[in-house]
T-cell receptor, first 113, second 112 residues
């Protein structure tokens, strides 16, 4: 079956702009989590959506937001971009039970100029 | 909260055995995941331990000791393709599913 799909793969933006990233989970998965990965900070949890509701949230500022649609697809939005937002943004889907592994997409590489 | 510690880098020789350790301190804990991430690629699931003991899966095995807050990933008969980052992640109680806390990863380099 198809894996987790993230679009776009690469994105270049300038400071102050906003960006929307998309994630299509594996069919049947209702949980979608977003992570930020940087060389210095590792994988940092942003938020998790389950059945269109934000179920968990990490320690990121309000500029980072997301949503989930009825088909479980999810989007993440970052407003007023800062240089420090340059990172690989990974989305992971699962059935939603903590005993189930997460399946990751290839990520969106966001560069802020 | 959850704090997870792993060595930053390790080097081993092709055909050898390597053990990657992970220690954690957590106030709520369900199980321990291991993921493999090749450079420029997505993390992929390797193993999950809920009970104490060793889980073997081919060349890879994972061990958990809840009382010691300790896990390790054992890789046998190392191959060049095993060069990757290995991420240890703690899964919280069920009500917080999908919020795994990841260590910073151990970059393993396998040399001929």
């Amino acid at each position: 079956k198809a894996g987790v799909t993230q679009t776009p793969r690469y994105l270049i933006k300038t400071r102050g702009q906003q960006v929307t990233l998309s994630c299509s989970p594996i069919s049947g998965h209702r949980s979608v989590s977003w992570y930020q990965q940087t060389p210095g900070q590792g994988l940092q949890f942003l938020f998790e959506y389950f059945s269109e509701t934000q179920r968990n949230k990490g320690n990121f500022p309000g500029r980072f937001s997301g949503r989930q649609f009825s088909n479980s697809r999810s989007e993440m939005n970052v407003s007023t971009l800062e240089l420090g937002d340059s990172a690989l943004y990974l989305c992971a889907s699962s059935f939603g039970d903590s005993n189930q592994p997460q399946h990751f997409g290839d990520g969106t590489r966001l560069s802020i100029l | 909260g959850q704090n997870i510690d792993q060595p930053t880098e390790m080097t081993a020789t092709e055909g050898a055995i390597v053990q990657i350790n992970c220690t954690y301190q957590t106030s709520g804990f369900n199980g321990l995941f291991w993921y493999q991430q090749h450079a420029g690629e997505a993390p992929t699931f390797l193993s999950y331990n809920v009970l104490d003991g060793l889980e073997e899966k081919g060349r890879f095995s994972s061990f958990l000791s809840r009382s010691k807050g300790y896990s390790y990933l054992l890789l046998k008969e190392l191959q060049m393709k095993d060069s990757a980052s290995y991420l240890c992640a703690a899964s919280p109680p069920n009500t917080n599913a999908g919020k795994s806390t990841f260590g910073d990863g151990t970059t393993l380099t396998v040399k001929p």
